[in-house]
């Protein structure tokens, strides 16, 4: 218990400030996401129960895979303060806030009304994912480095040890 309220507390006024921020912000996530969950529920049964859930009426699915993608997004963000507060590293922030645009970018590019689209903005929004995902890709592994680059290393320090006299 002690420990517990120790790394809660932090070693600052600033850390225990954020902690604190952190620990309201996931609250208001999780209600956020409960929410939203019950929404979605509630939703999904009123069309079942009204016969309108019709697999092949494009027309329904926008408005439900909005909130299923906000449900995601929020669990993402709850995730990544989460293991912010655990870890304390800033790359696990940057990869988390990376993909929480992605998927925020990819939501929109679902979402989007193909008869009223111009070509733009759909090459703006596959743009705009494209370089996220490059982004992504080049922080994935910046906490560790891969393994072919480890092993690169260890055999020329083993080369270098059985050179030296």
């Given at each position: 218990?002690?420990s517990?309220?120790?790394?809660?507390?932090?070693?600052?006024l600033?850390?225990?400030?954020?902690?604190?921020?952190m620990?309201?912000?996931?609250?208001?996530?999780?209600?956020?996401?409960?929410?939203?969950?019950?929404?979605?529920?509630?939703?999904t049964?009123?069309?079942?129960?009204?016969?309108?859930?019709?697999?092949?009426?494009?027309?329904?699915?926008?408005?439900?895979?909005?909130?299923?993608?906000?449900?995601?997004?929020?669990l993402?963000?709850?995730?990544?303060?989460?293991?912010?507060s655990?870890?304390?590293?800033?790359?696990?922030?940057?990869?988390?806030?990376?993909?929480?645009?992605?998927?925020?970018?990819?939501?929109?590019?679902i979402?989007?009304?193909?008869?009223?689209?111009?070509?733009?903005?759909?090459?703006?929004?596959?743009?705009?994912?494209?370089?996220?995902?490059?982004?992504?890709?080049?922080v994935?592994?910046?906490d560790?480095?891969?393994?072919?680059?480890?092993?690169?290393?260890?055999?020329a320090?083993?080369?270098?040890?059985?050179?030296?006299?």
């Open positions: 218990m002690q517990a309220l120790r790394r809660f507390i932090g070693d600052t600033y850390e225990t400030f954020e902690h604190l921020v620990l309201v912000l996931t609250i208001l996530i999780v209600l956020m996401i409960a929410f939203a969950t019950w929404h979605l529920a509630l939703e049964i009123g069309l079942i129960l009204a016969g309108k859930l019709d697999p092949t009426d494009p027309e329904i699915y926008p408005d439900l895979f909005a909130i299923f993608f906000t449900i995601l997004i929020g993402e963000f709850k995730r990544s303060f989460l293991l912010v655990s870890t304390q590293t800033n790359v696990v922030r940057i990869r988390s806030l990376i993909l929480i645009g992605m998927l925020a970018t990819l939501r929109k590019f979402l989007l009304d193909l008869r009223e689209i111009q070509v733009g903005e759909t090459a703006a929004v596959a743009g705009a994912i494209l370089a996220l995902g490059v982004v992504y890709w080049l994935r592994d910046n560790q480095p891969p393994a072919t680059t480890s092993a690169l290393w260890r055999g320090a083993e080369e270098r040890a059985d050179k030296a006299p």
